[in-house]
């Protein structure tokens, strides 16, 4: 019996379509992945909708991790709504080499990054389709030296939206924290948002409430930490301090100092205990 000989089986063009994909995609998390191969710990900061104060807690977060003497960064990830630079009043922009390296610039020793240097003007909409917000997000992910970081704060864009998808499938994050307010819409938009988190098997830290007192209440955080099994980092009370925007807040403001030592504590604790059971 004679066994006809053949060559190699040759992909369909679009099985090669798929291929090249895969081989795009895994190219570019390893060249991410050797950007990210000095920084500790990576913590997305996340909430379900806009307007919740997420950008004022990750700022106030840095800027605390900072001050305990940590090498901190933050990545302002937010494409078409872009606050960091405003919050943290950043006014050097990141440097840059021959090949497009960008090396992020420290205020209030935190490194900076954030769509809002490029703007030639802070009130000008980005009016961007989805693609395009993938490509400058991937940008920032690849091209961005941060040096040796001991954790990297990243602003994540609200919902559950492509472009906070983009960054949860591509960025290497060791845990989330979410925000929320006291109202039930908020808590409503919160859930979803650690749904989402959920389905990606992504550790979550856990869940604060800001904008908490007389004026909205209080209690949705501990509400929504109990009913998603997750632990409560603390409530985050809406104070006259912050009124005054010259700094982040925990640099003029005792009381906010302590509200966020507290949640600085558990969050550095929680992180202690993965490093500890990933060396034993």
Same mark, same amino acid.
């Given at each position: 019996m004679t066994i006809p000989v053949t060559g190699p089986i040759q992909p369909t063009p679009q099985q090669q379509a798929q291929l $090249?994909? /895969?081989?795009?995609?895994?190219?570019?998390?390893?060249?991410?992945?050797?950007?990210?191969?000095?920084?500790?710990?990576?913590?997305?900061?996340?909430? =379900?909708?806009?307007?919740?104060?997420k950008t004022t807690v990750a700022i106030n977060l840095a800027v605390m991790l900072a001050n305990r003497g940590a090498k901190v960064g933050i990545l302002d990830a937010d494409i078409d709504c872009p606050n960091v630079v405003k919050a943290m009043k950043a006014d050097l922009?990141?440097?840059?080499? !021959?090949? =497009? !390296?960008?090396?992020? !610039?420290?205020?209030?020793?935190?490194?900076?990054?954030?769509?809002?240097?490029?703007?030639? $003007?802070?009130?000008?909409? /980005?009016?961007?389709? =989805?693609?395009?917000?993938?490509?400058?997000?991937t940008q920032f992910l690849e091209k961005t030296n941060w040096g040796e970081l001991d954790y990297l704060i990243t602003d994540l864009p609200?919902?559950?939206?492509?472009?906070?998808?983009?960054?949860?499938?591509?960025?290497? /994050?060791?845990?989330?924290?979410?925000?929320?307010?006291?109202?039930?819409?908020?808590? /409503? $938009?919160?859930?979803?948002?650690i749904n989402m988190i959920k389905k990606l098997n992504t550790r979550i830290l856990g869940v604060i409430e800001n904008f908490a007192? $007389?004026?909205?209440?209080?209690?949705?955080?501990? !509400?929504?930490?109990?009913?998603?099994e997750l632990p409560f980092l603390g409530r985050l009370n809406l104070l006259p301090d912050y009124r005054d925007t010259e700094k982040p807040t925990v640099l003029l403001s005792n009381k906010v100092r302590e509200e966020y030592q507290n949640v600085v504590e558990q969050v550095v604790a929680a992180l202690s205990v993965d490093k500890r059971q990933s060396e034993s």
């Open positions: $090249d994909n /895969i081989r795009r995609q895994w190219q570019q998390k390893k060249r991410i992945a050797d950007h990210f191969s000095k920084i500790g710990k990576t913590l997305a900061v996340y909430s =379900g909708k806009g307007g919740v104060g922009r990141p440097g840059h080499n !021959e090949d =497009g !390296e960008l090396f992020p !610039e420290p205020k209030w020793g935190v490194k900076v990054l954030s769509m809002g240097f490029f703007q030639r $003007d802070e009130e000008e909409a /980005i009016v961007w389709r =989805g693609p395009m917000i993938h490509n400058a997000i609200p919902g559950t939206s492509d472009a906070p998808l983009t960054l949860m499938q591509t960025l290497p /994050i060791d845990g989330f924290i979410v925000v929320t307010t006291p109202q039930e819409l908020s808590k /409503i $938009d919160a859930k979803r948002s007192g $007389d004026v909205f209440g209080s209690g949705a955080g501990e !509400e929504l930490s109990r009913e998603m």
